[in-house]
């Protein structure tokens, strides 16, 4: 369920210019990270205090104009990856046909 609509972004929050066709995607991707960071105990919008009501809507927002920045759903989820590391060790693309373009480091 999507926390805020165009009107909010745009007015209410000012946030960075985002397509009119991409924002109504872009709020429901952004609702749908804040239920999932939330651990998804938002059951009823409307029961919430004002004050977590702003927050809540605060965030989807702030999380909208992440997106844009970001590129677009696409770019954040393509892949694009160059190397992530998991405690102590790492992994990035590189030229080793061995690995399937990866090299594994031990720090």
């Avoid at 004002?50 to 999380?63: C, G, I, N, P, R």
Wanted: charged share 30%.
């Amino acid at each position: 369920m999507p926390y805020i609509d165009a009107d909010y972004y745009n007015d209410e929050f000012m946030g960075t210019p985002v397509d009119e066709a991409d924002l109504p995607r872009f709020i429901r991707r952004a609702s749908d990270t804040i239920d999932m960071v939330t651990r998804y105990k938002i059951k009823d919008f409307d029961t919430l205090t004002d004050l977590q009501k702003s927050l809540v809507k605060k965030a989807v927002a702030s999380q909208v104009e992440y997106i844009e920045i970001a590129g677009g759903v696409e770019e954040l989820l393509g892949d694009n990856l160059q190397s992530v590391t998991v405690g102590k060790f790492s992994a990035g693309k590189g030229q080793a046909s061995q690995n399937m373009g990866c090299n594994l480091h031990r720090r």
